[in-house]
Every structure is written in C-alpha cells, then in structure tokens.
C-alpha cells in the first residue's frame, strides 16, 4: 500500500472541497440518522457518558504552551474530578488526582502556578513532583505511617504534539498512537509545543452533545452566522475525513477558487487558511480551530446535571505577546471568538435543550450532509455498549 503524505492528503482535499463549492455540493452519507432526544436529557445516560466515555479515553487536559517551564502546574476540574498536571525539573509531565492522602483536600488551588513540591493546606502533608509523600507536619505525634503507600493517586499522562494527555481512570493505559490514528500528526507539522499560551475563557451552556454538535457540521452557517461565518464560509459545504473516533472537518471559503489559482497543485496541501479551514475534532469533547490570527481550542465537559456542560476555550497562537498594542488585539480577537461561540452558538442550544426536555419529539434527525454528526454519535453509541467486540465505526 503506498502511503501518502499529510500534504499530499490536505492537496486532496482541497480539491474535492473546490468541486464542492465549483458545483454547490457536500460531502454526503448514504442515509439519514436519528438519535433519541433521550440522549440530551437522560439522566443514566449521561452517568454512563462519563463513566464508559470521559473516563476511559485520552482527554487533552492541557497544552505544553500553558505549563512549559520545570515546577510549572496545573490544577483543574475535569467531569467532577480535581486533576493536578505537573511538570518536574526533568521536564516530565504527570498527573494525579489533586487529593491529600490523609483526609482529601486538595493539594494544590485550582488554576496554575510554580513549585517544586505541593502541600495541603489542611493539615500540611507534603507531595513531591512526582506524587510521592514526603512530609508529615508534626509526624512525632501523628503515628506510624508507610508513606511509600500514602502518595498522590497518579494518572496515565502523556505529553504529545504540544498538547497533553490524562486518562480519568488510573487504571487504563494511554495508548495516542492506537487512538488517534496519525491525527496527532497535524498538531506536529504546526510546531503547536512552541506556540504561545494566551489564556482562556469559560462558557457554559446546554447538554454537552447539544453543545458539540454545532462544532460538526456546516449547515447552520447561513442561518445562525450571516454577519460573523457565513461571509467567509459558504454553509452546508463540508468534507469529512476520520482518524479512529477522531474527525478532520475541511470547510472551504467562497474565494476558494480564486485563493488557490495561482497556487501550484503540489502545494495546496500547504494553504490551510487560504481558501480552505480545517475544525480538528478530537472525541469525545474537543474541537479546534486554528486561524492565522489567533487558535480557539474549545474543551467541552459534561455539567453537573445532564442539561449542562461547561466549556473552557483555550486561546494560542505562534508567537508571543510583542507589545501593549498587540495585546489589546489579541484580547479583542479573544472577545469576537468568545462571543461567536457563545451568543449565536451557546444560546440557541439552551433553547434546543428546552424544546428537547418538552417531549415534542422522540427522536433527531441528522441528514446526509450531517456525516460528521452521524460520525460523532456512532463513535458514542459503541462506547456505551461496552462491548470491544463490536465493530467500530467506519467514515
């Protein structure tokens, strides 16, 4: 079989998306799909999302750019767990559960910050950067202890591609290389470990799949974004490409004819933001977008009921902060892409998650256009049936 090369791979795509927009078409399935309305609303559901999904897969927590220095840390709620992301004087990176051995505080606040060991601010127990117990405030008086079995709970982790993983579960391995199928690859070839971390913006919103759905598919953007995506992007103009559950969505500008005219073939498989976007979808809850301004990485997590989700979206681009000047324009371009996401985005899902909670129908429909959607879903469905020996799904 001969192998083809990630430019080679985009150059096609850019074509098949030039097609599309050349002859008004789309990437399309070959059948319809329903989802219940059940699966937005469903209390056993959702606990089973997080415990067969969220808790079993490679989340990307974190991103080399956002703790890059030895001491650096990172503590965070992830579906309900206190998650603590640390990076030694090695420059290794781990993770554990941000709980005291002794009574279960935390050991670190949540947010980021620098140190080369972590105590409780309860009673003062101290942990290492690797995890391990190190001290016992007033230990003469406390008792006796094995500290070699009273450190921090660890977490596989993984750093990759600039970005990091941590699986939920102690005890299931990371595999990336199995999960993302050469995905990763993408996030390589734009150098992402170097890039500069600018912040992030919290958002919440309505069941965390209605809230997904919008990052997977076009169709909306006419109705939904006249004035913000549509003037850039012609809408239901999509193109699909799978890596494991993992998606590669293509959008191509209206321009994208006259953007790639004097462009050798050869070379269309390097002009990601002239004529053509990719949304990078990585299952179950993250999606990105990168712009040549500014990156949006939005991570979705199931809220504490199953008619919530809270959303962090992570801002970062190539190069650091110049000036005051280019500060405020990163800030304003933080602005516009929150506010995209949230008032035409966020908003509309807390109304399809009312109608959905009205009972009106029993079930979705997602067209043949829908294909990443459908996509989405099928990954879920397989999940939840806890089942390894079932086939996976196939784009």
């Not at 001491?71 to 990076?87: E, F, Q, S, T």
């Not at 009106?360 to 089942?387: K, P, S, T």
Request: hydrophobic content about 35%; aromatic content about 12%.
């Amino acid at each position: 079989m001969v192998s083809v090369s990630r430019d080679q791979r985009i150059g096609d795509v850019a074509e098949i998306m030039l097609d599309y927009v050349t002859n008004k078409q789309t990437y399309l399935a070959d059948r319809t799909m329903t989802v219940p309305t059940r699966s937005y609303t469903d209390p056993d559901q959702w606990e089973a999302e997080i415990e067969l999904v969220f808790k079993r897969v490679p989340l990307m927590l974190a991103f080399t750019a956002e703790m890059p220095n030895p001491g650096d840390y990172k503590a965070m709620d992830a579906c309900g767990l206190p998650v603590l992301i640390n990076r030694d004087k090695a420059g290794a990176v781990r993770a554990f559960l941000n709980v005291c051995a002794h009574r279960g505080a935390p050991v670190a606040s949540e947010g980021h910050g620098n140190c080369p060991r972590f105590t409780c601010k309860y009673h003062g127990w101290t942990y290492g950067a690797d995890g391990k117990l190190i001290g016992i405030s007033e230990a003469s008086k406390f008792g006796e202890i094995d500290k070699s079995t009273h450190g921090l709970r660890e977490l596989p982790c993984e750093e990759r591609a600039g970005m990091i993983f941590v699986c939920l579960d102690p005890g299931v391995p990371l595999d990336l290389d199995d999960y993302y199928q050469g995905f990763l690859d993408d996030f390589e070839a734009v150098g992402m470990k170097d890039w500069t971390y600018l912040g992030s913006r919290e958002i919440e919103g309505a069941n965390w799949k209605i809230a997904f759905d919008g990052y997977l598919e076009g169709y909306h953007f006419a109705s939904l974004h006249p004035e913000t995506i549509f003037p850039r992007t012609p809408s239901n103009c999509m193109h699909y490409e799978g890596f494991g559950p993992n998606i590669r969505i293509g959008f191509p500008h209206h321009t994208i004819g006259a953007a790639l005219k004097d462009v050798p073939r050869e070379q269309w498989g390097t002009q990601e933001n002239n004529g053509f976007d990719f949304v990078r979808i990585m299952f179950p809850n993250v999606s990105t977008f990168i712009a040549p301004e500014i990156t949006q990485i939005a991570q979705l997590f199931p809220g504490p009921a199953p008619g919530q989700n809270r959303t962090v979206l992570n801002y970062l681009r190539r190069d650091p902060i110049r000036d005051e000047e280019d500060r405020a324009a990163v800030e304003a371009s933080i602005t516009f892409f929150r506010d995209v996401t949230y008032k035409e985005d966020y908003l509309i899902g807390l109304e399809i998650q009312k109608g959905l909670e009205s009972g009106a129908h029993d079930d979705l429909v997602f067209g043949r256009n829908e294909r990443g959607n459908q996509y989405f879903h099928e990954w879920l469905n397989w999940y939840l049936q806890d089942d390894p020996d079932q086939p996976k799904p196939v784009l």
